[in-house]
Nanobody, 118 residues
């Protein structure tokens, strides 16, 4: 049974930082790409960041480029999203996703709330 557990969300002031974690079990994590998505109230879920299975390639949405950093520690089956210079428009529920390379089956975490407000 595949399980993704996110943590690290919370309330932060504009300009602050948070680091989200996503720990996977039941999946060959080191052979799986990982992405972070977010969904704000009344909006569609959007892709925020991508990291390849080896960690050698990353990509970001324009709205977070230069502020967010995606990384992973395959030995710990854990991925991260470091979020700096947070803005109120970053407020959303953040979800991690993983998909084993060469497959089309997606696995999702339960989501963690990030609120940026003074």
């Amino acid at each position: 049974q595949v399980q993704l557990v996110e943590s690290g969300g919370g309330l932060v002031q504009p300009g602050g930082s948070l680091r989200l974690s996503c720990t996977a079990s039941g999946v060959a994590f080191s052979y799986s790409r990982m992405t972070w998505h977010r969904q704000a109230p009344g909006k569609e879920r959007e892709l925020v960041a991508y990291i390849s299975s080896s960690g050698g390639f990353t990509n970001y949405a324009d709205s977070v480029k230069g502020r967010f950093t995606i990384s992973r520690h395959n030995a710990l089956n854990t991925g991260y999203l470091q979020m700096n210079s947070l803005k109120p428009e970053d407020t959303a529920v953040y979800y991690c996703n993983t998909r084993r390379d060469g497959t089309v089956i997606d696995y999702w975490g339960q989501g963690t709330q990030v609120t940026v407000s003074s």
